[in-house]
Protein backbone atom coordinates (compact mmCIF):
# COMPACT_ATOMS: atom_id res chain seq x y z
CA UNK A 1 0.00 0.00 0.00
CA UNK A 2 1.53 3.42 -0.89
CA UNK A 3 1.55 5.84 1.66
CA UNK A 4 3.07 9.43 1.26
CA UNK A 5 3.21 11.18 4.98
CA UNK A 6 4.08 14.74 5.67
CA UNK A 7 5.28 16.46 8.43
CA UNK A 8 7.53 20.06 9.29
CA UNK A 9 3.99 21.68 9.89
CA UNK A 10 3.60 24.25 12.52
CA UNK A 11 2.98 27.35 13.53
CA UNK A 12 5.09 30.42 12.54
CA UNK A 13 5.28 34.07 12.60
CA UNK A 14 5.14 35.83 9.85
CA UNK A 15 8.29 36.60 8.06
CA UNK A 16 9.57 33.01 9.29
CA UNK A 17 10.25 29.85 7.20
CA UNK A 18 9.26 26.41 7.67
CA UNK A 19 10.54 23.24 5.90
CA UNK A 20 8.38 20.39 4.65
CA UNK A 21 8.74 17.20 4.22
CA UNK A 22 7.08 14.20 2.62
CA UNK A 23 7.90 10.77 2.95
CA UNK A 24 7.06 7.82 0.36
CA UNK A 25 6.63 3.97 1.41
CA UNK A 26 5.06 1.66 -0.50
CA UNK A 27 6.74 2.20 -4.00
CA UNK A 28 9.49 4.06 -5.37
CA UNK A 29 8.61 7.43 -7.03
CA UNK A 30 12.23 8.03 -8.22
CA UNK A 31 11.06 8.30 -11.76
CA UNK A 32 7.79 10.42 -10.98
CA UNK A 33 6.88 13.70 -10.23
CA UNK A 34 6.15 14.98 -6.96
CA UNK A 35 3.53 18.35 -6.25
CA UNK A 36 2.70 20.15 -3.23
CA UNK A 37 -0.89 21.88 -2.66
CA UNK A 38 -2.58 23.51 -0.20
CA UNK A 39 -5.75 24.15 1.04
CA UNK A 40 -7.59 27.07 3.42
CA UNK A 41 -10.32 26.96 5.02
CA UNK A 42 -13.29 27.78 2.96
CA UNK A 43 -11.35 27.55 0.26
CA UNK A 44 -10.50 25.38 -2.79
CA UNK A 45 -7.11 23.53 -2.76
CA UNK A 46 -4.61 25.29 -4.40
CA UNK A 47 -1.66 24.34 -6.60
CA UNK A 48 1.82 25.29 -4.94
CA UNK A 49 4.60 23.48 -6.86
CA UNK A 50 5.56 21.04 -8.31
CA UNK A 51 8.55 19.43 -9.55
CA UNK A 52 9.98 16.64 -12.29
CA UNK A 53 11.06 13.12 -11.81
CA UNK A 54 15.22 14.34 -12.09
CA UNK A 55 14.43 17.44 -10.66
CA UNK A 56 14.79 19.35 -13.84
CA UNK A 57 12.11 21.32 -14.04
CA UNK A 58 9.94 23.24 -11.20
CA UNK A 59 6.70 25.16 -11.21
CA UNK A 60 5.60 27.12 -8.68
CA UNK A 61 2.03 28.71 -7.86
CA UNK A 62 2.24 32.63 -8.51
CA UNK A 63 1.32 32.94 -4.72
CA UNK A 64 4.15 31.38 -3.29
CA UNK A 65 6.90 32.29 -6.49
CA UNK A 66 10.28 33.82 -5.04
CA UNK A 67 9.55 32.41 -1.48
CA UNK A 68 9.04 28.71 -1.79
CA UNK A 69 11.52 26.11 -2.62
CA UNK A 70 10.72 22.35 -3.64
CA UNK A 71 13.64 19.90 -4.23
CA UNK A 72 13.61 16.21 -3.48
CA UNK A 73 16.17 13.16 -2.40
CA UNK A 74 15.19 10.20 -4.96
CA UNK A 75 17.91 8.05 -2.64
CA UNK A 76 15.58 8.61 0.36
CA UNK A 77 12.30 8.71 -1.71
CA UNK A 78 11.57 12.10 0.52
CA UNK A 79 10.34 15.50 -1.51
CA UNK A 80 10.50 19.01 0.56
CA UNK A 81 8.89 22.55 0.37
CA UNK A 82 10.96 24.85 1.94
CA UNK A 83 9.00 28.29 2.86
CA UNK A 84 10.25 31.49 3.48
CA UNK A 85 9.34 34.92 4.15
CA UNK A 86 5.79 33.13 5.57
CA UNK A 87 2.82 35.19 5.45
CA UNK A 88 -0.52 34.75 7.18
CA UNK A 89 -2.21 34.40 4.12
CA UNK A 90 -0.05 30.99 3.68
CA UNK A 91 -1.79 29.48 6.22
CA UNK A 92 -3.41 26.26 5.50
CA UNK A 93 -3.55 22.67 5.13
CA UNK A 94 -0.51 21.72 3.33
CA UNK A 95 -0.25 18.08 0.75
CA UNK A 96 2.65 16.58 -0.62
CA UNK A 97 1.53 14.61 -4.07
CA UNK A 98 2.79 12.15 -6.91
CA UNK A 99 2.32 11.28 -9.70
CA UNK A 100 2.39 7.92 -11.84
CA UNK A 101 4.00 9.76 -14.22
CA UNK A 102 7.52 11.86 -14.62
CA UNK A 103 6.32 15.06 -15.96
CA UNK A 104 5.23 17.89 -14.09
CA UNK A 105 1.27 18.47 -15.69
CA UNK A 106 -1.37 16.03 -15.50
CA UNK A 107 -3.58 14.42 -12.43
CA UNK A 108 -1.50 13.76 -9.52
CA UNK A 109 -2.48 10.32 -8.35
CA UNK A 110 -1.05 10.14 -4.77
CA UNK A 111 -1.93 12.05 -1.60
CA UNK A 112 -0.57 12.87 1.85
CA UNK A 113 -2.76 13.13 4.46
CA UNK A 114 -1.63 17.05 4.63
CA UNK A 115 0.32 19.26 7.21
CA UNK A 116 -0.57 22.36 9.15
CA UNK A 117 0.86 25.23 8.75
CA UNK A 118 -0.39 28.49 10.71
CA UNK A 119 1.16 31.81 9.57
CA UNK A 120 0.79 34.43 13.26
CA UNK A 121 0.66 38.14 12.60
Known amino acids: QVQLVESGGGLVHAGGSLRLSCAASGRTFSRNAWGWFRQAPGKEREFVGA????????LYGDCVKGRFTISRDNAKNMVYLEMNSLKPEDTAVYYCSARVAPTIEGVYDYWGQGTQVSVSS
Open 51 to 58: ISWNGGRQ
